[in-house]
T-cell receptor, first 115, second 108 residues
Framework: GAGVSQSPRYKVAKRGQDVALRCDPI?????LFWYQQALGQGPEFLTY????????KSGLPSDRFFAERPEGSVSTLKIQRTQQEDSAVYLC?????????????FGSGTRLTVV | KNEVEQSPQNLTAQEGEFITINCSYS?????LHWLQQHPGGGIVSLFM???GKKKHGRLIATINIQEKHSSLHITASHPRDSAVYIC??????????FGTGTRLTIIP
């Protein structure tokens, strides 16, 4: 596609519910990133894929967070047993090359609200 | 530790004013990004630079490697420039480290 597409745009979940957030990167982009942005803060790194390989998941805040990119294109971020502190905007970005100095394209984000 | 700091956190100005947003960072940066985020929207990449200066329309970004400092300037500011501006550093480990952003409001 022309850009990075994320769905849903908005998600309201009851505490304890599982959610799945989807990212469709630009076709052919090797690198894919997930970031979490709390209200009034800058985005914080969650995880990074190079093709289908998850090379860095050091930013995932707990074992309730899981990400996958099984075919090296679409990625899903799953949050199990959601908590109120999970409420944030989840941003996906992709880049054409392994090294980030080729620039990034960001999606519009998914705003998750846990009630 | 890779760190990126921005100032000011909030900036309100009258239409037409010259705007400057500052960003400082820790050592080892490979590239610095300036990004724009509108309310409820995603992030748009404005500039990526590793040295010197870049210009696009009314936007100018500069970086001083020795001082570990970058600035984003907006000339002849307009209400549609109102957004959050974020600088982010690429320290060579694939991911970006973001500043907390500057919320810019331009009053007509």
């Amino acid at each position: 596609g022309a850009g990075v597409s994320q769905s849903p745009r908005y998600k309201v979940a009851k505490r304890g519910q599982d959610v799945a957030l989807r990212c469709d990167p630009i076709s052919g982009h090797v690198s894919l990133f997930w970031y979490q942005q709390a209200l009034g803060q800058g985005p914080e790194f969650l995880t990074y894929f190079q093709n289908e390989a998850q090379l860095d998941k050091s930013g995932l805040p707990s074992d309730r967070f899981f990400a996958e990119r099984p075919e090296g294109s679409v990625s899903t971020l799953k949050i199990q047993r959601t908590q109120q502190e999970d409420s944030a905007v989840y941003l996906c970005a992709s880049s054409p090359a392994p090294q980030g100095n080729y620039g990034y394209t960001f999606g519009s984000g998914t705003r998750l609200t846990v009630v | 530790k890779n760190e990126v700091e921005q100032s000011p956190q909030n900036l309100t100005a009258q239409e037409g004013e010259f705007i400057t947003i500052n960003c400082s960072y820790s050592v080892g940066i490979s590239a610095l990004h300036w990004l724009q985020q509108h309310p409820g929207g995603g992030i748009v990449s404005l500039f990526m630079l590793s040295s010197g200066k870049k210009k696009h329309g009314r936007l100018i970004a500069t970086i001083n490697i020795q001082e570990k400092h970058s600035s984003l300037h907006i000339t002849a500011s307009h209400p549609r420039d109102s957004a959050v501006y974020i600088c982010a550093g690429y320290f060579g480990n694939e991911k970006l480290t973001f500043g907390t952003g500057t919320r810019l409001t331009i009053i007509p």
